[in-house]
């Protein structure tokens, strides 16, 4: 890489950092973008070259768009979606995303809610939703799920990884949500905000135990909800 190119680079991921992309609401969150633009914005233009100050212009107008776009469709937050087309228009369209299919009668789901709910702001772009079972019924039939709590992650339309229940969290329902995060980044859903790919594998969080057999204990079967019942 040039080094305009990583100067480049650079910029846009300040554009994209935790603190300014995660989703807030109405005026504040408009602002927060007006204002890293207009920094960025005036780094560029203050360059001595003009390749680059014509390069980078053109890269930080694509990258505000993107950026709307994905705030649009509800990055940076952990949101219900009841339209199943709308489900499977986010899942097949993503290049990372999340889906919880839950049940409302079900505690295990408003558990696994929680955890995602505060993992979702740390990885912006990786989408976060969740589903309420009933309103999906072709895709439930389609990725064959019959036990609640169902984790599913999808890279670039594919479905990649589930978590069934919580036997991959320690078969517990006092998990940390670091266990939950730990096997969604060594997994490979979730990228961190400065992502080495050619760095070991994440073991962020969760405790060695949990590392080196997050299966734990067995439980009765009847601690997850299926479908069929």
């Not at 212009?57 to 705030?71: D, G, T, V």
């Not at 990055?75 to 087309?85: A, L, M, P």
């Not at 999808?154 to 940390?176: A, H």
Request: charged content about 30%; aromatic content about 8%; glycine content about 6%.
């Amino acid at each position: 890489m040039s080094e305009q190119n990583a100067k480049l680079a650079s910029l846009m991921n300040r554009l994209n950092e935790p603190s300014t992309s995660t989703a807030h609401s109405g005026s504040a969150d408009a602002q927060d973008d007006e204002d890293i633009f207009a920094e960025l914005e005036a780094e560029i233009e203050n360059d001595s070259s003009a390749t680059f100050r014509e390069h980078g212009m053109e890269q930080l107008k694509r990258e505000m768009e993107l950026l709307q776009q994905k705030k649009s469709d509800g990055h940076g937050q952990y949101r219900e979606v009841t339209d199943e087309k709308e489900v499977i228009r986010l899942s097949a369209n993503k290049p990372r995303c999340v889906i919880h299919f839950f049940h409302h009668k079900f505690k295990r789901c408003e558990i696994m809610d929680k955890h995602l709910s505060r993992i979702a702001p740390k990885y912006f772009n990786t989408l976060f939703i969740r589903v309420f079972v009933e309103n999906v019924p072709w895709l439930v039939e389609r990725l064959g799920i019959k036990v609640l709590p169902c984790v599913i992650t999808f890279v670039d339309g594919v479905s990649k990884d589930r978590i069934v229940g919580f036997e991959e969290l320690g078969n517990t329902d006092q998990f940390d949500t670091a266990t939950l995060e730990w096997k969604l980044l060594n997994s490979g859903e979730l990228r961190p905000y400065k992502d080495d790919s050619s760095g070991p594998a994440i073991n962020y969080g969760a405790k060695p135990a949990v590392r080196q057999h997050v299966r734990g204990r067995p439980q009765d079967d009847d601690s997850d909800f299926d479908l069929d019942d």
